[in-house]
């Protein structure tokens, strides 16, 4: 009977990981939508929502590069060329880049994530119901959860079998009772992935009603239509090949740094 003891935990895990899930679920249905009925957002916001902190420095020198005041090289260096920002972003990146005027794009883009005006910008979201504040369970982190604990299920019930045998329970009644939390967990996932999918990190139940509005403009042309794909998608929607290099040699950098 020494697979009761693993059985056990493995009702324990799938358990408290499908109730967290319920509970996150719960949380994000009940996001409010009339405080931000008509509301649209600016290319800003939408960066913070679809990709947190880092996609607005993203957005900021994609911007700022592509009114030729912010120099990107393909090599992962940028350089100031207009030291005159337009707004709170664009001056956070400017100080990054530090007095010398030059700097790699990797720590200019971990700075300016980190600066005053993003952090303003994600209170106004949060205040604003449309941002998840940090701290709360997200429905991401929770699908996590469960995933984990279907894959600690399964590892469970592998060694419940793998036990030499004892007393009269079959081989085949001891699976079935393993296959009970594994269901559990995948029902709960399949549920999840129906209801509240797609999952997000940062943006809240209303925050997604508007992004998703706010990314239908990417489709449309010119300039201003392109910088919305960068705010939704990231930098691997930027269209030009020099300006992704650089980007892509700033990835390769911060790898080199893990």
Request: charge should be positive; charged fraction near 20%; hydrophobic fraction near 50%.
């Amino acid at each position: 009977m020494f697979w009761v003891l693993l059985l056990l935990p493995a009702w324990a895990v799938a358990g408290t990981a499908c109730t967290r899930l319920c509970l996150a679920a719960a949380r994000a249905a009940n996001g409010g939508t009339d405080s931000v009925r008509g509301r649209e957002l600016d290319l800003y916001e939408a960066a913070f929502l679809s990709g947190g902190p880092a996609r607005v420095a993203d957005l900021t020198m994609v911007s700022m590069a592509r009114q030729r005041r912010l120099l990107l090289a393909h090599t992962g260096w940028a350089t100031v060329v207009d030291p005159r920002g337009q707004d709170e972003m664009e001056r956070s990146v400017i100080g990054a880049i530090g007095p010398g005027g030059q700097s790699r794009i990797a720590p200019v883009r971990a700075s300016a994530a980190a600066a005053d005006a993003v952090r303003g910008l994600a209170e106004r979201l949060v205040s604003a119901g449309l941002a998840v504040p940090d701290g709360v369970r997200t429905v991401a982190a929770a699908v996590r959860r469960v995933r984990l604990a279907a894959l600690a299920v399964c590892a469970l019930g592998a060694a419940a079998l793998a036990l030499p045998a004892s007393g009269d329970v079959p081989r085949y009644l001891i699976a079935l009772w393993f296959a009970l939390p594994l269901a559990l967990t995948l029902s709960c996932l399949a549920i999840a992935r129906i209801e509240v999918h797609p999952y997000s990190a940062w943006a809240s139940p209303a925050g997604q009603r508007l992004l998703y509005a706010f990314a239908r403009r990417a489709g449309r042309p010119g300039d201003a239509a392109d910088l919305t794909s960068v705010a939704v998608r990231g930098v691997r929607a930027i269209g030009e090949p020099d300006l992704r290099a650089a980007f892509a040699h700033r990835e390769e950098y911060e790898g080199l740094r893990d």
